[in-house]
T-cell receptor, first 111, second 113 residues
Framework: GQQLNQSPQSMFIQEGEDVSMNCTSS?????WLWYKQDPGEGPVLLIA?????ELTSNGRLTAQFGITRKDSFLNISASIPSDVGIYFC???????????FGAGTILRVKS | NAGVTQTPKFQVLKTGQSMTLQCAQD?????MYWYRQDPGMGLRLIYY???????DKGEVPNGYNVSRLNKREFSLRLESAAPSQTSVYFC????????????FGPGTRLTVL
């Protein structure tokens, strides 16, 4: 079954606000990935993290691999309308193992 | 590069009918995957193929079969569709099974009546 807890389930924010979402697990993960899914499309990779403590940015997006290796968070700064979508975390417990996905965070932006 | 392509984009079936979902990738990836996405449940792995000639079950394989036709193509077959298989199906690929970064197709929205 699903082993990642992603929160919040949904967010409705004002354009320009910062956004923060996270993923936690009771198991240790070796890889954390963050994907975004636009309506009617497949998930697109945003950021990949491979080392505990790693902090990686991609434009207005920043993600961190937690020190305990059991969590990760994604921040979006100065949100814009095109940030709308579903954000998924995914992790791999062992190299060569399958990805486990969180249930997703639905982001809505009010302009 | 088209990346990962899937056909059809939409399909409606009656209970008991069969169909095959097609997936192809042009990134020379070795590993391919089939997921289903249901509301509030994220993506769940149905089957995967670590390399050409091999297939393995994922988390929810019951009611499905797969074929890794060649390096590029990985198909998913529903032999006797059931309403519980109403879902959005995504194909993904990665360079190797060890390379965790997977790239997804646009999805097939399947409704079983």
């Amino acid at each position: 079954g699903q082993q990642l807890n992603q929160s919040p389930q949904s967010m409705f924010i004002q354009e320009g606000e910062d956004v923060s979402m996270n993923c936690t697990s009771s198991s240790i993960f070796n890889t954390w990935l963050w994907y975004k899914q636009d309506p009617g499309e497949g998930p697109v990779l945003l950021i990949a993290l491979y080392k505990a403590g790693e902090l990686t940015s991609n434009g207005r997006l920043t993600a961190q691999f937690g020190i305990t290796r059991k969590d990760s968070f994604l921040n979006i700064s100065a949100s814009i309308p095109s940030d709308v979508g579903i954000y998924f975390c995914a992790g791999s417990m062992e190299y060569g193992n399958k990805l486990v996905f969180g249930a997703g965070t639905i982001l809505r932006v009010k302009s | 590069n088209a990346g990962v392509t899937q056909t059809p984009k939409f399909q409606v079936l009656k209970t008991g009918q069969s169909m095959t979902l097609q997936c192809a990738q042009d990134m020379n990836h070795n590993s391919m995957y089939w997921y289903r996405q249901d509301p509030g449940m994220g993506l769940r792995l149905i089957y995967y193929s670590a390399s050409e000639g091999t297939t393995d079950k994922g988390e929810v394989p019951n009611g499905y079969n797969v074929s890794r036709l060649n390096k590029r193509e990985f198909s998913l077959r529903l032999e006797s569709a059931a309403p519980s298989q109403t879902s959005v199906y995504f194909c993904a690929s990665s360079f190797t099974e060890v390379e965790d970064t997977q790239y997804f197709g646009p999805g097939t929205r399947l409704t079983v009546l």
